[in-house]
């Protein structure tokens, strides 16, 4: 299946997790928002949450500095 993932198509296995997709780029869960379709997956979802064919999928890192 395709979905598009920072505005990039990638191709993902049928029953991809947000989090199956942040492993498999080496993506700490806990640094990142993900939003789904224009809607925000709260983080405790993201292991229940399987992606579906043409999702998009938009991931934003928190990133610290001062």
Request: hydrophobic share 45%; net charge negative.
């Amino acid at each position: 299946m395709i979905v598009v993932l920072n505005g990039k198509e990638i191709e993902a296995v049928p029953g991809t997790t947000i989090a199956d997709l942040l492993a498999q780029r080496e993506i700490a869960s806990e640094t990142v928002v993900a939003e789904r379709n224009g809607d925000i997956v709260p983080g405790a979802d993201f292991s229940t949450v399987a992606l579906k064919d043409g999702d998009h999928l938009e991931i934003l890192r928190f990133v610290g500095g001062g």
